[in-house]
């Protein structure tokens, strides 16, 4: 039986998903000769761990409750007293994780698993790093930092897991890996990239204003609490940046043309998310409105893309062909086309649900099993 020891960094909704699917997969896991070893679970302020990582686990009980107490908003501080393990504030969280990995780096091994949406994660994620641990993301941040930080952390490809950062559970990193490993050429990639703006434009396509559309989004969960999150195109930037840079493409996000969908005068700093939500979105629906009725015109729909070609990665509204792959997307489906010298003339097509915890959680569980031949 292969055991895989882990640390998971974040108990959002991701993170809380995964613990779900790591305990109702003990029977399907045990079938495929592999056990998840599950050390510590950490929200944005503390880590829950055993004490004794070298033989113990947070037993699946304890997991489950985790996920409960999180899931009504409450802090760590609750589950005092609950179950085996031992609770870690401040400092103490990176110390342990850091002595965990010191500990078990050379010997049984560990991911640290990240599925948190900070920036602070990355020193943590480098450190574990150089203790020849493995790393699994469903954050994009590490990913996109500067140049020297992403180098590092993906200094040994073979231990570092990060499927889940572009399109969900979708197979497109891996499916890049498998034609750059190929030796044929990629040059050109164009997605659609967004669940929440995939839905977005798909709306107003039908003659929906366009904030009708977002609100209704906001409603249903599909965008931040604050939509401008995800209008401002900047989580799609970071995916065409991850994508770019596994292409071998030297940059950091300020190369990236983005096109936001407000004026700068509407940023959250400038505007607040009342205002926006009341009067602000609305003051664009005859802009946005224009900018449909005239691709209709053409024969074309407006899809919120990404596009990797040449010396240009830009993010932005582009008018499509209505039955082109990206015109026929619908709700938030994700898809991908590659172009390459194999895939000249018809494109390399990944399409599939690009949103949501379940997804997402499954694409990260499926990246931790993949590591397993690392594990003694």
Request: net charge negative; charged share 25%; with cysteine.
């Amino acid at each position: 039986m292969k055991t895989i020891p882990l640390i998971l960094l974040g108990c959002g909704g991701v993170g809380r998903q995964l613990i779900q699917h790591i305990v109702s997969c003990r029977s399907l896991h045990a079938d495929q000769g592999v056990r998840l070893r599950v050390l510590g679970v950490s929200d944005s302020k503390t880590l829950l761990a055993v004490s004794n990582v070298s033989t113990a686990e947070l037993d699946d009980g304890s997991l489950l409750e985790i996920c409960r107490v999180k899931s009504r908003g409450s802090s760590f501080t609750a589950l005092a007293g609950f179950g085996e393990f031992q609770v870690f504030t401040d400092l103490e969280v990176i110390r342990k994780v850091l002595d965990s990995a010191m500990l078990l780096g050379r010997s049984a091994g560990l991911a640290l698993v990240d599925c948190s949406a900070s920036s602070d994660t990355l020193k943590v994620l480098n450190q574990v790093v150089d203790l020849d641990c493995c790393v699994v993301l469903a954050n994009k941040k590490p990913l996109t930092a500067a140049l020297e930080d992403y180098d590092k952390l993906v200094s040994n490809p073979r231990c570092v897991r990060y499927e889940s950062t572009v399109g969900a559970g979708l197979p497109v990193i891996a499916s890049l890996n498998r034609i750059i490993s190929s030796g044929d050429p990629i040059n050109n990639v164009v997605g659609s990239l967004s669940g929440t703006l995939g839905y977005v434009m798909s709306e107003i396509e039908e003659g929906k204003p366009f904030s009708e559309v977002v609100k209704v989004a906001k409603a249903l969960g599909y965008t931040e609490p604050d939509p401008r999150d995800d209008l401002s195109g900047m989580d799609v930037a970071r995916k065409g940046l991850i994508v770019a840079r596994l292409l071998g493409w030297r940059i950091n996000l300020d190369n990236i043309k983005i096109e936001s969908l407000y004026p700068e005068e509407m940023a959250p700093d400038k505007m607040p998310l009342e205002d926006f939500l009341t009067t602000g979105v609305s003051s664009l629906d005859e802009s946005i409105k224009e900018r449909v009725e005239k691709a209709s015109q053409n024969g074309n729909v407006l899809r919120y893309v990404c596009v990797i070609e040449g010396s240009r990665c830009e993010v932005g509204i582009q008018e499509l062909p209505r039955n082109a792959p990206l015109g026929r997307l619908r709700g938030s489906d994700n898809v991908l086309q590659v172009y390459s010298r194999c895939y000249k003339d018809q494109p390399l097509v990944i399409q599939g649900a690009g949103a949501g915890n379940d997804t997402t959680a499954a694409g990260v569980l499926a990246d931790i099993l993949d590591l397993q031949d690392l594990f003694p």
